[in-house]
């Protein structure tokens, strides 16, 4: 990420203030310029066309807020309050709340305007600064928020910085552009100029972009625990620690604990907890860019009141920082059924940029149950990452990432689908059957309270597993059509799918392979299966390692079982990441595709 200096800034501005000599006696010559041509500085080349916005053209301003000087607080007791209240006063401690400049780094999070001095105005004249619409943003001149301008300022020309206050949460109501109109008045006459700007969208990474930063979750003592079934309390956290520590260390990435208070609330589905952003405007030498953390849009239905979900409440306090915001966008009631499960980080995920895709595309899990509207409506409407459907209603989590993973590949666009495969899994079975071991254990060497043999799980699992097999068969038919990617592109990870007693809905019964976190696009750590062995080596290992090997991807094994798979969840869903991702094309430049989703 870009970080300019306040002085680089400042500097930028001054370059750009330039007079504009007015006759006595004629109308006052109103002269706005933002950076329309999109090259950091203000000068007569962004003049044209300043007054509309384009893909191609036009001034760019960020959602500032970040809390650059850690101004904001969150109460220890805040975190276990039932209802709303609390979240929406977290939500509304930013930068962006207070009448100031939060420092030299929020001064860098401000879009640069000026307005051009007119030497020759009168005492008389006087100038005025509007946004429209005023709730998106505003104007600061000397460090305070100013709408008057002097005709001592009007002579000697004024460098403005605008703020950002919001994100685009429903391009119906607002698509993200603002009008900034300068108007002066002198001795009974009147000019005015204005410019168009666009706030920057909220732009999901990819998994091929390397992991800078991971995020885990850590148990405290006496802490009270959420997610678990009620056979399933997670636990067995060192081996799954120093497993994840292990694969992190190894690519280079910062590996970061969080928890909760021993009183209140723990969430280790760190994935589901919140899905990471970046919002960028153009700087001199590059982007200069935020992270915005897009809080889930869980709301559960609690004895107490509809309270979202506890622990999103931790991103306020653990990493909402300089240069990084939070955003939510939550219902009033929860979900019904299990619908909510659908709001969750883990199903929403991303493609890396393909033809007609530079910025790359969201994939989102929807069908007979589906996420909550205004929540993916705010994911999905940021305009620069047209959304793939897919049914994950079937399953009984319901999460996208629970049966596909981008990967690295040798091909064309430098990049496939992992792709959960239960056929494969039963052909991996039956082989190990043939050569005697139909009596070995699945997962022998763990704490499950349940270790079926290979005989057991082929004889009872056939039609649960064949049926999740053409409920993936199903995905890939719209992952294969939107993406043009061929089947024989794909790599194909074994993973058994049983039926949860009691819903009729699937999960996987074995470890998901699919189901784990890209480090780098060449380190993939990925749950131990613990499957069962020929010669020795676990098929279900061997075959993931040979079939991502292929792609130049290595595996590093991480120990969840106990922690994460029993309670339904991976690798993927208990960890998290933010990753470098200044290495994309910014969301300005190229063509955005298509504003339409496919199912």
Known sequence: MKRWTAGLA??????????????????????????????????????????????????????????????????????????????????????????????????????????????????????????????????????????????????????????????????????????????????????TDAVRMRVAPLMLQNDL??????????????????????????????????????????????????????????????????????????????????????????????????????????????LRGPDVGVVQELADKASPGLDDLLNMGGNIESLPPYAGYPHGRIVYGSGERHPDPGFITMVTGQGYQPPVVIDTSWLMVGHADETTHVVRANNARGWTLAVADPRLAFQLLRDVQRRGGGGQQLFADTNSPHKPTVDEVLSTGQADNEAAARHIDDQLKVLLKATGLRADELVRLPVVFNKVPGFGLLKALTPGLVNGLSLTEHQFAAPDPHGPRLNGRDVFRQATEQALANNGVRVHWVEDFAWAHLGGGEVHCATNALRDTRGATPWWSGNAGSGTSTR
């Open 10 to 191: 400042t500097a930028a501005l001054l370059t750009t203030v330039t007079p504009t000599l007015t006759a006595w006696g004629t109308s006052p010559a109103a002269r706005l310029t933002a950076d329309v041509n999109r090259d950091g500085l203000l000068t007569h080349a962004d003049d044209a066309g300043k007054d509309t916005w384009t893909d191609s053209r036009g001034a760019i301003f960020l959602p500032n807020l970040d809390d650059d000087e850690h101004r904001c607080t969150v109460d220890p007791a805040d975190l276990n309050a039932p209802g709303r209240a609390v979240d929406d006063k977290l939500a509304a401690c930013n930068d962006s709340a207070d009448d100031r400049i939060n420092g030299p780094r929020d001064a860098a999070d401000l879009a640069p305007l000026s307005i051009d001095a007119q030497r020759n105005l009168s005492d008389s004249a006087i100038g005025s600064v509007t946004v429209t619409p005023a709730s998106k943003a505003r104007v600061f001149a000397n460090g305070r928020p100013v709408s008057t301008v002097t005709a001592r300022d009007l002579r000697r020309g004024v460098r403005l910085q605008l703020e950002g206050r919001d994100i685009v949460r429903d391009p119906a109501r607002w698509d993200g552009q603002i009008t900034v109109t300068l108007t002066v008045a002198d001795r009974g006459r009147t000019s």
């Open 209 to 318: 972009q390397p992991a800078q930063t991971v995020l885990a979750g850590q148990p405290a003592k006496g802490q009270g625990w959420w997610g678990q079934t009620p056979t399933h309390e997670p636990g067995e956290w060192q081996p799954f620690a120093k497993t994840l520590r292990q694969a992190t260390t190894s690519t280079g990435a910062r590996l970061k604990f969080v928890h909760g208070t021993p009183e209140g609330w723990q969430d280790m589905w760190l994935q589901d907890t919140f899905e990471p952003a970046t919002a960028s405007m153009p700087d001199i030498g590059g982007p200069h860019t935020l992270r915005i953390l897009i809080r889930s849009g869980n709301v559960w239905d609690l004895p107490e009141a509809d309270t979202p979900r506890p622990a999103g409440r931790l991103l306020y306090r653990d």
